[in-house]
């Protein structure tokens, strides 16, 4: 029984060490790229004090599971820090999954709520999936309003800031069957 652990933890870390390291510097401008093409995304874009990028998030996990990504942060359009998003969760869970994500700052209080050290969203907060011609919902952890978007749907999102945030996630591959207990943490470096 330990040796499984063990090979399920090894094959666990190295998922996600592999998915969040291939994110290199264009990662961002071509993950920013792909958010912006999306006319959910864009209004955001324009009209919030800052965001935090997050190019490749690795997610994975049996029973017991866990998510990794590095991510920039930005204010007023420049880059103001590194970010780190961790998740570790219990419950039914099973699979991998790789993911790109974005959150939104509406106003400067929500910018520094998530610069002012160990971040941690609660169960208000959930994800709009961007997906290509698909509709879809993803969550942190809990239930809001939000439809997805592709490029093909015609459709308008309604997606809104909930307590000054945003958040879109577009999946990269893999496959994630879960319902599980816990939130994303998030922890911010400035750049000086």
Not at 55 to 76: D, E, F, N
Not at 127 to 139: D, F, G
Request: net charge positive; charged share 15%; hydrophobic share 45%.
């Amino acid at each position: 029984m330990k040796l499984i652990k063990l090979s399920l933890s090894l094959f666990f870390a190295i998922f996600i060490l592999s998915v969040s390291n291939n994110a290199m510097a264009d990662d961002y401008t071509n993950t920013i790229d792909k958010f912006n093409k999306s006319d959910a995304v864009k209004p955001f874009f324009n009209a919030a004090y800052g965001y935090a990028v997050f190019p490749a998030v690795g997610k994975g996990g049996i029973v017991l599971g866990g998510a990794y990504g590095s991510g920039r942060v930005y204010k007023q359009g420049r880059i103001s820090g590194t970010a780190t998003l961790m998740k570790i969760s219990i419950g039914f869970q099973l699979g991998g999954q790789a993911f790109s994500e974005i959150i939104f700052f509406q106003d400067k209080r929500s910018y520094d709520e998530f610069i002012s050290g160990s971040f941690e969203f609660d169960g208000s907060v959930s994800a709009v999936a961007i997906t290509a011609a698909a509709q879809a919902q993803a969550s942190t952890q809990g239930t809001t309003a939000g439809a997805s978007l592709g490029p093909a749907t015609g459709k308008q999102a309604e997606a809104t800031y909930t307590k000054g945030m945003a958040v879109f996630i577009h999946t990269l591959g893999g496959l994630m069957y879960e319902m599980s207990i816990g939130g994303q943490k998030f922890s911010f470096t400035p750049i000086n």
